[in-house]
């Protein structure tokens, strides 16, 4: 099972090289979205607690 998880490892890296190398602009779009949401989220906590507390 750990060498599965080794190997699934190794492959989303790979992937991940390969497609920063070949469509870098693609590669940056892909992680400021998934900032712009974690970001999103993370406002969204915090108005929920602000709400809350006040």
């Known amino acids: 099972m750990k060498w ?6 190794i492959l989303v890296v790979g992937f991940c090289l390969f497609y920063v190398i070949q469509q870098p602009q693609g590669a940056a779009a892909a ?5 712009n949401a974690i970001a999103r989220a993370f ?3 915090v108005v929920f607690f602000t709400s809350l507390a006040g």
Do not use: A, D, Q
């Open 31 to 35: 992680v400021r979205t998934v900032f």
């Open 43 to 45: 406002r969204s906590i």
């Open 4 to 9: 599965i998880k080794r190997i699934l490892l």
